[in-house]
Nanobody
């Protein structure tokens, strides 16, 4: 089993940057593909980015492509989401998630979830 704890959220002005971190417990972190999702008030949780267990493959939602970068450090059991050129529409609670094996982009495919971290982008 994996426990996930996100950090790094906060309030930032439009055009600014934040880096989210997700620390995972357990010795098998490197066997999990990881993803970031977000949920704005009144909206469904949506896919943001995902990374394979090795870090060799990444996927991004069209809305964040070119602005966000997902990465991982298996030695530190941590996955990151670097967010640049932030927009007010990026405001949401951001969640990291883990899935055994193959990289995934659907919420229902993920096995474990963190508690979320709030990101607020002011205009």
């Amino acid at each position: 089993q994996v426990q996930l704890v996100e950090s790094g959220g906060g309030l930032v002005q439009a055009g600014g940057s934040l880096r989210l971190s997700c620390a995972a417990s357990g010795r098998t972190f490197s066997s999990y593909a990881m993803g970031w999702f977000r949920q704005a008030p009144g909206k469904e949780r949506e896919f943001v980015a995902a990374i394979s267990w090795s870090g060799g493959s990444t996927y991004y939602a069209d809305s964040v492509k070119g602005r966000f970068t997902i990465s991982r450090d298996n030695a530190k059991n941590t996955v990151y989401l670097q967010m640049n050129s932030l927009k007010p529409e990026d405001t949401a609670v951001y969640y990291c998630a883990a899935v055994v094996g193959t990289i995934a982009t659907m919420t229902r495919e993920y096995d474990y979830w963190g508690q979320g971290t709030q990101v607020t982008v002011s205009s």
